[in-house]
């Protein structure tokens, strides 16, 4: 860790903010475009047929500038330009298509390539080229997905924003960055905003998570947005596997010394950037913080999850299974839900628990009482489940869940399930 700096940002951290900053200054010094009163259409094309690169800068901060003004019905308007008019020509790609079937070189491939892709797509690049871009085009996103959901064309025009969001955020170009009561406020106070599993209350509530020598956080940044975590994830180092949210999140507990701690208990991930959605980086978030506190503190041997069942209730009622069950019998019919329910591609219905068992995770345990929060009896009746991450059969139990779909459990866990049929079948 000597290496890094900023929090643990690293060397990848480093040369970004040098080069932003050489790109912030040469903005300075470009001329303005406030004062360019065109037609935001017209601005548009003319970015795309701009072959300047100051002039281009210019007028995709000028867009910027002016998209994160508009109401949402000129936003409809903006996407529906790019949706239409910067499609691709089916005429040309055809064309292109059946001149290089007929004879497959460099030439006829490139002119594929170009007929295939939509200039909407060099669009979005040029408009990530001014400082903030980045940002300013995951905030974009966020504002086309709702409207993406009802009109098809904006739904092909959020894969290519979804395209290049892949390739920009993929893993070689995240920061793994610890998040301590050290870090800057701004990026604490995001934290606060962006807990999706297990709210925040106060500040005094985030400190207990982050400064006793048991708790650790941990966030994935771009270098193109430095102060804006992409996710994160929060742990508790324990003594065996816990099995509520409240003995984690207590406000009066015995804080446990790190190196007398044999388990890590990933208790809450939070996904931050509304824009980035479908963009996964959970499984590369959970492998990189097993990696680094298995070299932090090699007296952990266990790695295991405290998770929500954010399904279960609306899957109780669907199938009208009456809520007012015994424990154990709560815990039988989760367990069912968890290893049998399934879509009708074979995937388990759960959202978390696909997100796991896709990472390699086993289902361990199912607690009934374990989250009794409000937000856990609404969504789960209280139940929570632990994701077992045994480093020895990860890659068996992800090949295997992605060939076969087939759900790792451990033998108490089928044992459960096995029960919670049974219940079922029987209408409680």
């Not at 950037?273 to 996964?280: K, N, P, R």
């Not at 796991?356 to 009934?368: C, D, K, M, S």
Request: net charge negative; aromatic share 8%; proline share 5%.
């Amino acid at each position: 860790m000597a290496a890094h700096c900023r929090y643990g940002a690293g060397p990848v951290t480093l040369l970004a903010d040098l080069l932003s900053s050489v790109f912030e200054r040469r903005l300075r010094r470009l001329p303005s475009a406030q004062t360019d009163d065109r037609p935001t259409k017209d601005v548009l094309d003319n970015l795309i047929g701009s072959h300047g690169e100051v002039r281009g800068m210019v007028l995709a901060q000028l867009l910027l500038d002016r998209f994160h003004k508009m109401d949402l019905d000129e936003k409809r308007t903006f996407f529906g330009h790019l949706a239409k008019d910067m499609d691709i020509d089916p005429t040309k790609v055809r064309t292109a298509l059946s001149a290089y079937e007929k004879e497959p070189n460099k030439t006829s491939y490139r002119a594929y390539m170009s007929a295939a892709e939509p200039p909407r797509q060099e669009l979005i690049r040029r408009l990530n080229q001014v400082p903030g871009g980045t940002d300013s085009l995951v905030r974009m996103r966020a504002d086309l997905l709702p409207m993406a959901r009802e009109d098809g064309a904006l739904a092909a025009l959020d894969l290519d924003f979804r395209h290049l969001f892949a390739s920009w955020f993929n893993r070689g170009f995240l920061v793994l960055r610890p998040i301590n009561w050290q870090s800057p406020a701004q990026v604490l106070e995001k934290i606060i905003v962006y807990e999706a599993v297990h709210q925040i209350d106060s500040w005094d509530d985030l400190r207990r998570r982050l400064q006793p020598a048991d708790r650790r956080c941990f966030a994935f940044f771009h270098p193109s947005m430095p102060d804006e975590p992409l996710i994160f994830v929060e742990v508790a180092l324990t003594a065996g596997i816990a099995s509520s949210i409240q003995e984690v999140l207590a406000d009066e507990r015995d804080t446990l010394d790190a190196e007398q701690a044999d388990t890590a208990i990933f208790y809450s991930i939070s996904n931050c950037q509304a824009g980035l959605a479908g963009v996964s980086f959970g499984n590369s978030l959970i492998k990189q913080v097993v990696e680094d506190l298995s070299r932090e503190l090699p007296n952990l041997k266990t790695f295991s999850t405290l998770s929500p069942i954010p399904g279960l209730a609306a899957w109780m009622k669907e199938n009208a299974i009456d809520p007012r069950l015994t424990d154990t019998d709560l815990a039988a019919v989760a367990a069912h839900y968890l290893l049998n329910a399934k879509s009708f591609s074979g995937q388990p219905l759960d959202p978390v628990a696909r997100f796991h068992l896709g990472n390699g995770a086993q289902i361990h345990a199912v607690h009934p009482r374990g989250d009794l929060s409000e937000n856990g009896l609404v969504q789960s009746h209280g139940a929570l489940v632990n994701y077992l991450y045994d480093l020895t059969e990860i890659t068996r139990n992800h090949e295997l869940f992605a060939s076969e779909h087939l759900v790792a459990a451990s033998a108490r866990a089928k044992a459960l399930a096995k029960t919670g049929t049974t219940l079922v079948e029987q209408g409680n």
